[in-house]
């Protein structure tokens, strides 16, 4: 079975700009989060789909936003670049069963913006 | 507000023995623990999880022990491999919330 792939997997681009991320979940799993990773902060949560509908969000601002297609695959568009947007971006698709939750990581993008 | 909280940063065993990681937290609501395994600049690894009706979930060299009246979870690896040596993060997610909170982190060292 595939894991979690994103693309691309690396990424330059100047501020101002916007830039778009895809992911795509493992099959099967209907849940697809997103974090941002940097070395201060560590692991912060975006945002999360599941079919087809945000279900939560973390405190990033509006310049973040994301959505879900109907095949699970999910998108994240970060517009007006800062220089402190620069970081690894993850996606994660996650499956619950009975009694068993299992969350797995896709490779991220990395991002830098100069 | 730290919902999971590991409390040890760091720890160093040696290979073959038992690494123990443990892991607190507040919120009795939680359905699910889970814990992951990581290398710089790399995003997380899934390793197991466990349910909160349950109090113990083994997959090969790893178990995890829940004890709910504590609210304290552990990993336990063994044996220990030079390989094992990453940062572990715990989190707890309350499902019907879609709240997910990660841990600190500990750094375990394998030594050869």
């Known amino acids: 079975k595939a894991g979690v792939t994103q693309t691309p997997r690396y990424l330059i681009k100047t501020r101002g700009q916007q830039v778009t991320l895809s992911c795509s979940p493992i099959s099967g799993h209907r849940s697809v989060s997103w974090y941002q990773q940097t070395p201060g902060q560590g692991l912060q949560f975006l945002f999360e789909y599941f079919s087809e509908t945000q279900r939560n969000k973390g405190n990033f601002p509006g310049r973040f936003s994301g959505r879900q297609f109907s095949n699970s695959r999910s998108e994240m568009n970060v517009s007006t670049l800062e220089l402190g947007d620069s970081a690894l971006y993850l996606c994660a698709s996650s499956l619950r069963t009975s009694g068993t939750y299992e969350q797995y990581f896709g490779p991220g993008t990395r991002l830098t913006v100069t | ?112």
């Open chain 2, 1 to 112: 507000d730290q919902q999971v909280k590991q409390n040890s940063p760091s720890l160093s065993v040696q290979e073959g023995r038992i690494s123990i990681l443990n892991c607190d937290y507040t919120n009795s609501m939680f359905d699910y623990f889970l814990w992951y395994k990581k290398y710089p600049a790399e995003g997380p690894t899934f390793l197991i999880s466990i349910s909160s009706i349950k109090d113990k979930n083994e997959d090969g060299r790893f178990t995890v022990f829940l004890n709910k009246s504590a609210k304290h979870l552990s990993l336990h690896i063994v044996p220990s491999q030079p390989g094992d040596s990453a940062v572990y993060f715990c989190a707890a997610l309350s499902y019907n919330f879609n709240k997910f909170y990660f841990g600190s982190g500990t750094k375990l060292n394998v030594k050869p």
